[in-house]
């Protein structure tokens, strides 16, 4: 049910889905204190470059707390491995609050001067609301950042964020009257969980016109209306209660997408802003656009809490303030706030230094693929890789010796508890082992994703994996030896699954992941008679080999099906050779309705077939394997 609440309220600074293991040559120096109130922590490394970044966080319920302990994961282990010095507030007044934010981290990068001389260059980095909070640092007079950094950030400003929130709420109140209660304040200010977003979408159940409309206003997957107006709700409640009023409406609002705009627009209630409230959001913040130095902005395509409209609006802003030349806006696939791995992250950071630095402005729209060091810290190396084990497996099936590497979750050495086990095709550490198990520790740590084990399966021959026999020439071409597929299923099923299981605490529940061949191999083992996965994964699956004897063979292979429970999810990206494949396959699903079987589809057309697993593999892991309720994460934060 919650597959995006926790994504969009309890974001941890990490700044990516890494964590890394702890190989840095030596232990940076870690000063921490506190200052009227704000904990903050300073990290200078021992390599340190002359740079500082200071870190201007998303929002939280409470005040932050910072301990002395070096840090053993995520992305500000990569930037103390890469020199840069780190300082980071956590502010005196929690929740949303720009003036404050900003006030307290002003001070520790003074404090930070004062004590350990004035750094060679000063960047400011964000994430989400702390987005924002760059912006409004950029914006200052005589502003002592050389240049900035938002993720994902508000920048539309408090009042374009809350205003927004507003307006969907009053939309949802008109499609179905009376089932949220007031909200002009809102009645209802608990903080989303399973019981109510449960009864928003018992309400949503008996109205799928109503739903279909509220997901073409929105944006989002129809399943996904429920979580998102209680995500509103409950981020309008704050406001209010910070405001000391109703700093929003939707009196000028005008209501576009829902399939009938006239009709929404004619009979949605009015609401009028309280004109004191609002002086508070104006304050927290309503950007300028009069940037002093560089600001990169990184975006996910479809974010579900910081609209493309919202973003947009900053840039106009920027434009008519005459300030342009200082204003970059880059986007990445993606459908989650804050949804960018480690190496999207460091490009960026690079792009900043470059930009600060040599004077070479980055280019709009897409981020360009990683390169140097960038690329070094998004490819497969040990840096950005969780805590792991490897072993090795002597394979009678094979005929060969097989290198695994596993990840296990947090708490696994403190619990008796017995896991889920992900198995990953191309499981190597120098292929997408990284930068899965990187996402799946962090959905963990943050409280977004249910702990699972990985088991990653490094390639030997993977074409020949990966593939069942083929009768087109064409399609032999592609490696010495093809075909194995059959081999490799066994091996899984008779030697990796008894060795995992004699190794670790597995709960009997299993899945698959894999993209392109290995999407092929994923399919073919879900949709055959041997039921070795409950979930299977298949990105961009290669569904063209042998003339697509897979596909062709689909509706009987599903008569077949076993009864007992299993889903599927697939996508395709924009490639001519597998798009049109993976929706005849939909088709065939749609036509058996196998029982025990579900299933999903997702074609997206604005992904490459290079770029699927890393944009959808994070949002798609978190929601089959979603949090259990009352689980509380890491460290909660709110955007």
């Excluded at 459908?335 to 040599?358: K, M, N, P, R, Y």
């Excluded at 798009?579 to 074609?603: D, K, M, N, V």
């Amino acid at each position: 049910m919650l597959k995006r609440v926790s994504a969009l309220l309890l974001l941890i600074f990490c700044w990516t889905a890494a964590a890394a293991a702890d190989n840095a040559a030596a232990a940076p120096r870690i000063l921490v204190g506190e200052h009227e109130g704000a904990a903050w922590r300073i990290d200078v490394p021992a390599n340190w470059n002359g740079a500082l970044i200071v870190s201007f966080r998303g929002n939280t319920p409470e005040p932050v707390r910072f301990d002395d302990q070096p840090y053993t994961g995520g992305g500000r282990v990569v930037m103390l491995q890469r020199g840069f010095a780190l300082a980071q507030s956590g502010y005196a007044r929690p929740d949303w609050n720009i003036e404050d934010a900003y006030r307290d981290s002003e001070w520790l990068r003074k404090h930070f001067g004062k004590i350990l001389g004035k750094p060679r260059r000063t960047y400011a980095i964000g994430q989400s609301m702390g987005g924002l909070g760059v912006a409004y640092a950029l914006e200052q007079p005589g502003t002592a950042y050389d240049g900035g950094l938002s993720l994902a950030g508000t920048l539309g400003g408090g009042d374009a964020l809350f205003e927004q929130a507003f307006a969907n709420l009053a939309a949802f109140d008109y499609y179905l009257p009376g089932v949220i209660g007031d909200i002009a304040p809102v009645a209802d200010t608990r903080m989303p969980d399973a019981d109510s977003v449960g009864k928003l979408e018992a309400a949503l159940a008996g109205k799928p016109a109503a739903r279909a409309a509220l997901a073409a206003l929105l944006g989002i997957r129809p399943e996904a209306v429920a979580e998102q107006i209680a995500v509103n709700r409950f981020m309008l409640a704050r406001a209010q209660k910070l405001a000391g009023g109703n700093p929003v409406g939707n009196a000028h609002w005008l209501y576009s997408g829902s399939g009938d705009d006239a009709a929404l627009n004619a009979g949605v209630r009015r609401y009028a802003a309280d004109a004191k409230a609002y002086d508070f959001l104006r304050r927290n913040y309503a950007p300028s656009g009069k940037l002093g130095k560089p600001f990169l902005a990184l975006q996910t395509v479809h974010d579900p809490l910081v609209s493309a409209a919202a973003t947009n609006s900053y840039a106009a802003a920027v434009r008519r303030a005459g300030r342009e030349p200082n204003f970059v806006q880059q986007y990445v696939p993606g459908e989650e706030h804050l949804g960018f791995d480690i190496g999207q992250i460091v490009a960026a950071i690079d792009s900043l230094v470059a930009w600060v630095e040599l004077g070479r402005r980055p280019v709009s729209g897409m981020q360009p693929a990683p390169a140097g060091a960038a690329a070094a810290a998004s490819a497969p190396a040990s840096a950005a890789v969780p805590p792991h084990q490897q072993f090795e497996l002597d394979s009678a099936e094979l005929k060969e010796k097989r290198r695994l590497t596993v990840y296990l979750p947090p708490d696994y050495a403190a619990t008796q508890t017995r896991y889920p086990v992900l198995y990953m095709p191309d499981g190597g550490l120098q292929e997408d082992f990284p930068h899965v198990a990187a996402t799946v520790d962090a959905a963990i740590r943050a409280g977004q994703m249910r702990p699972l084990i990985i088991v990653g399966i490094e390639n030997t021959e993977r074409r020949r994996d990966m593939t069942g026999p083929t009768e087109v020439a064409e399609d032999r071409k592609i490696a010495p030896r093809v075909g194995g597929s059959a081999a490799f299923r066994r091996f899984i099923r008779m030697e990796l699954f008894k060795e995992v299981d004699a190794r670790y605490r597995s709960s009997g529940e299993r899945a698959i992941i894999g993209e392109s061949l290995a999407g092929l191999f994923v399919l073919e083992s879900c949709l055959g008679p041997e039921a070795l996965f409950s979930t299977c994964i298949a990105l961009s699956p290669s569904l063209w080999w042998n003339n697509q004897a897979l596909l062709r063979a689909a509706p009987e292979l599903l008569k077949a099906q076993p009864r007992q429970p299993a889903r599927i999810v697939f996508a395709s990206a924009d490639e001519d050779n597998i798009a049109p494949f993976t929706a005849q396959l939909a088709e065939a699903l749609r036509a058996a309705s196998a029982p025990g079987l579900s299933w999903h589809y997702e074609p997206h057309a604005e992904l490459r077939h290079d770029t699927i697993y890393r944009a959808l593999a994070p949002g798609l892991l978190r929601r089959l394997f979603p949090a259990v309720t009352g689980a509380p994460p890491a460290a909660p934060v709110r955007p």
